[in-house]
């Protein structure tokens, strides 16, 4: 999970960060599935 997660930050890394929240949103909700949220998750984006 840690290194697919990894891979697709560096595959949306040029996009901009609106659309990269799209994003993680989106794969979140496929890898989540139907399940509920069971624990809390984070992901800071950092524009430099």
């Known amino acids: 999970m ?3 997660f990894q ?4 595959s949306i890394q ?3 960060m609106a659309e ?3 994003i993680l949103d989106m ?3 496929k890898w989540k599935g139907d ?3 069971v624990d809390d998750v984070l992901v800071i984006g950092v524009r430099l």
């Open 7 to 10: 891979e697709m930050l560096v």
């Open 20 to 22: 990269q929240g799209s």
């Open 27 to 29: 794969e979140f909700e």
């Open 35 to 37: 399940l509920g949220q």
């Open 14 to 16: 040029s996009r901009g």
């Open 2 to 4: 840690r290194r697919k």
